[in-house]
T-cell receptor
Framework: GQSLEQPSEVTAVEGAIVQINCTYQ??????LSWYQQHDGGAPTFLSY??LDGLEETGRFSSFLSRSDSYGYLLLQELQMKDSASYFC??????????WGAGTKLIIKP | KAGVTQTPRYLIKTRGQQVTLSCSPI?????VSWYQQTPGQGLQFLFE???????NKGNFPGRFSGRQFSNSRSEMNVSTLELGDSALYLC?????????????????FGAGSRLTVL
């Protein structure tokens, strides 16, 4: 079957760095995406990795290792506004998206 | 350009009724997906339409159905509502061109339709 695992909750301090991991098990893997969702809001796209390696977008970076079926989202210089839920999602070759259950990021001052 | 528009934003129904939710995707986007989200839960995939054809379907009962029109607008319908159907229903569109590519994987979500079943 298809599955994704990510921690349910992560706590970090403002200004610090935090890494949210995502491991997946699926056939027909095509790529890994990350989305951010604030309470009461809609998910917004953060990044997409189809190839191994690190993709950087400002304070956010996303990493993928296809051989390890593993990826992570790295958030640097954490700000209070980064408090949100973060979802990883696997794209499959049949256009299906498989979603993780989400990681709630709590940032303390 | 305009984002993904979902209507209505809020609605209250009673058990046994049916409901239709509407989604207008970003202009030029041909793929529309629907998701159900309950408090503290992740995104549960309902179905995805591309060029008026259902391309993928989640594990929801047949009471949940959808369709896509030639202008890419989509509707989803839930019949015989149950209390457990109370949720935020999210629609997302993407520029999927029928071929896999990075654009196919960037979903733009609407603000959602919050359904309460009493």
């Amino acid at each position: 079957g298809q599955s994704l695992e990510q921690p349910s909750e992560v706590t970090a301090v403002e200004g610090a760095i935090v890494q949210i991991n995502c491991t997946y098990q699926t056939s027909g893997f095509y790529g890994l995406s990350w989305y951010q969702q604030h309470d009461g809001g809609a998910p917004t796209f953060l990044s997409y990795n189809a190839l191994d390696g690190l993709e950087e977008t400002g304070r956010f970076s996303s990493f993928l290792s296809r051989s390890d079926s593993y990826g992570y989202l790295l958030l640097q210089e954490l700000q209070m506004k980064d408090s949100a839920s973060y979802f990883c999602a696997v794209s499959r070759s049949n256009y299906q998206l498989i979603w993780g259950a989400g990681t709630k990021l709590i940032i303390k001052p | 350009k305009a984002g993904v528009t979902q209507t209505p934003r809020y609605l209250i129904k009673t058990r046994g009724q049916q409901v239709t939710l509407s989604c207008s995707p970003i202009s030029g986007h041909r793929s529309v997906s629907w998701y159900q989200q309950t408090p503290g839960q992740g995104l549960q995939f309902l179905f995805e339409y591309f060029s008026e054809t259902q391309r993928n379907k989640g594990n929801f009962p047949g009471r949940f159905s959808g369709r896509q029109f030639s202008n890419s607008r989509s509707e989803m319908n839930v019949s015989t509502l149950e209390l457990g159907d109370s949720a935020l229903y999210l629609c997302a569109s993407s520029s999927a061109s029928g071929r896999q590519g990075s654009g196919a994987n960037v979903l733009t979500f609407g603000a959602g339709s919050r359904l309460t079943v009493l």
